[in-house]
């Protein structure tokens, strides 16, 4: 089954409307290493009539699937994490065929992308905002000397540094990669024994993703106990437009594996009111003054914390449940917003198709070894979902519960009231089986 795809957006005759043009002077967008939420980047550039280049290192996890390669106008491999590589391979595209905007395919390469934007003269965050948000201590740093709320936090780069850190957060707190994502890496800990071994298993090589760097730098924080929310939107200048607001689910601590996202979070006006302002004090407090932002806060007794921030789409197909739930497509505005053109001209909401958008992500605990998977065929059939995905084959291991990787696929479906939202969801989870 296919993603349902958003309607054409309304065109005002009036407004610039980007045309496919000649390919050697139409506009063309550089996706790097295009993965997850980032592939639909693509798309959304050929929809407003761009020609796509993807760089990727092309070996290991980092490597595009073959359907998005096919479609691809320029795919360069270049070794996507070697900063003057990637400066170089950037500089040769577009003294060929001018680039008009770079985006990062995932969070791992936001800064990358705003190094090549400035390097090139293109629409790019300022590069203290990259860094910032590719980096959560910073994150915090920045934040709490604007005078935004955030965690107790103490970074860690050894494992001297943890009594200290311990001391000055208290436990129960968080120690998580200053650099990561898909919670890979991040626990709870309740005392000293349990932090010690979280940080071994954190600079455990054979567990890195996309060949990282192993620099050992972590964070420690205060653990915030309430709701988690993600918060969706876009910033173009000073104007923050808040889009959407999404109710995360989790699975059991001490790990926190994201199980599913529902849009929108039930949430009464008070309460999205002071996560709305909040975000907006984040988001322009770190100076993210150009396209999407994912926001994860939770709400706490003191009000909304920050979890952390990305300058980004949001993954876990959250941008595909805002487009089904609201018409807005942040990944057109994302391509609109780093290319010069104004998003709000050339991708208006389009009609809902649903007052709710769902994801719900399988899990398997205690499988080792996937053999079989039962019952995809009757969630296919149901008119309320959208798209199910696998992403092991029998005979694949099953990787153990502690983040992203040990999700089997997905379903995406639609509901009309928060009540239909949670039945669908214990339907679709009872329904398929691994075994
Ligand atoms: N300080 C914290 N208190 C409570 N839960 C946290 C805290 N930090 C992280 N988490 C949980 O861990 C998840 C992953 O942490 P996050 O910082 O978002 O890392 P990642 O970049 O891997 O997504 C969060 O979505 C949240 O559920
Ligand atoms: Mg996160």
Redesign the pocket.
């Known amino acids: 089954m296919s993603p349902r795809h958003p309607a054409a957006p309304q065109r005002d005759p009036h407004k610039e409307t980007p045309m496919p043009a000649a390919p050697t002077t139409r506009k063309q967008l550089l996706v790097i290493e295009p993965m997850s939420s980032g592939l639909t980047l693509l798309g959304a550039a050929r929809d407003l009539g761009l020609g796509t280049v993807v760089f990727s290192h092309d070996a290991g996890d980092r490597v595009v699937p073959e359907a998005a390669r096919a479609e691809v106008d320029t795919f360069v491999v270049v070794d996507t994490n070697d900063p003057a590589a990637l400066a170089a391979a950037a500089a040769r595209v577009h003294a060929r065929t001018p680039l008009s905007g770079v985006v990062s395919g995932s969070?791992f390469y936001v800064d990358a992308a705003a190094r090549i934007a400035h390097q090139l003269g293109l629409p790019g965050l300022p590069l203290a905002t990259a860094e910032a948000v590719r980096d959560?201590t910073r994150m915090r740093s920045v934040l709490s000397a604007a005078g935004i709320r955030v965690?107790r936090?103490a970074p860690v780069s050894a494992p001297g540094d943890l009594d200290a850190a311990a001391a000055a957060v208290g436990f129960p707190?968080?120690l998580?990669?200053a650099a990561?994502?898909?919670?890979?890496?991040?626990s709870?800990v309740d005392d000293r024994a349990q932090l010690q071994a979280a940080y071994r298993r954190l600079t455990d090589r054979a567990d890195f993703v996309f060949d990282q760097p192993e620099d050992g730098r972590a964070l420690l924080?205060?653990?915030?106990?309430g709701p988690?929310y993600s918060v969706e939107g876009y910033a173009i200048g000073d104007r923050v437009t808040i889009v959407s607001l999404t109710r995360?689910l989790?699975g059991a601590e001490p790990y926190?594996v994201?199980l599913g996202h529902v849009v929108q979070a039930d949430l009464g006006p008070e309460a999205r009111a002071r996560i709305a302002d909040y975000t907006t004090a984040v988001v322009t407090g770190l100076g993210i003054g150009l396209g999407p932002f994912h926001a994860?806060v939770?709400l706490t007794g003191e009000g909304p914390?920050l979890?952390?921030i990305?300058a980004r789409l949001a993954g876990d197909r959250i941008a595909e449940l805002i487009t089904l739930a609201t018409g807005v497509s942040l990944r057109h505005i994302m391509v609109a917003a780093h290319t010069g053109l104004d998003p709000e001209a050339v991708t208006p909401p389009a009609q809902p198709a649903a007052k709710y958008a769902a994801v719900h992500f399988f899990t398997a605990p205690g499988l080792d070894v996937l053999d079989r998977i039962d019952g995809l065929d009757v969630l296919e059939r149901h008119p309320r979902v959208v798209e199910v995905r696998t992403y092991l084959r029998p005979g694949d291991p099953v990787p153990a519960a502690r983040?992203l990787r040990c999700r089997l696929g997905h379903v995406v479906f639609t509901a009309d009231s928060a009540e239909e939202e949670a039945e669908l969801r214990a339907w679709a989870a009872a329904t398929v089986r691994f075994a």
Not at 180 to 186: A, E, K, T
Not at 221 to 225: K, R
């Open positions: 969070e959560k965690p936090y707190c968080v998580k990669p990561g994502s898909g919670s890979i890496q991040v709870r924080e205060q653990y915030l106990d988690e995360k989790l926190f994201e994860e939770r914390v979890i952390e990305g983040d």
